[in-house]
């Protein structure tokens, strides 16, 4: 069973930027769609982005033009990268295949945005 870790979060000022890394634990992680989802507090958990196998890329609205979803099949690694981050954006952050499993569900990374 493949294991994911997320990590890269923090806190950081409004407009400011972060990159989270999900690192798969096997290399058939390569052969998934990939995708990250947050979940602030008192909230739902959300999907972010996705990413398939091929390496297509879709963002939610509420992201689209500040971050980016890509892998690193070689690295066995997806990547988020958060630009032009809003206090809105603090939440935890998980990455699972797409769509999501329930094995897969890792401790996440906090991300808090805040001045």
């Known amino acids: 069973q493949v294991q994911l870790v997320e990590s890269g979060g923090g806190l950081v000022q409004p407009g400011g930027s972060l990159r989270l890394s999900c690192a798969a634990s096997?290399?058939?992680?390569?052969?998934?769609?990939m995708a990250w989802y947050r979940q602030a507090p008192g909230k739902q958990r959300e999907l972010v982005a996705t990413?398939?196998?091929?390496?297509?890329?879709n963002l939610a609205d509420s992201v689209k033009g500040r971050f980016t979803i890509s892998r690193d099949n070689a690295k066995n690694t997806v990547y988020l990268q958060m630009n032009s981050l809003k206090p809105e954006d603090t939440a935890v952050y998980y990455c699972n295949r797409w769509p999501p499993s329930e094995y897969y569900w890792g401790q996440g990374t906090q991300v808090t945005v805040s001045s």
């Open positions: 096997e290399s058939r992680f390569r052969l998934y769609a």
């Open positions: 990413i398939t196998s091929g390496g297509s890329t």
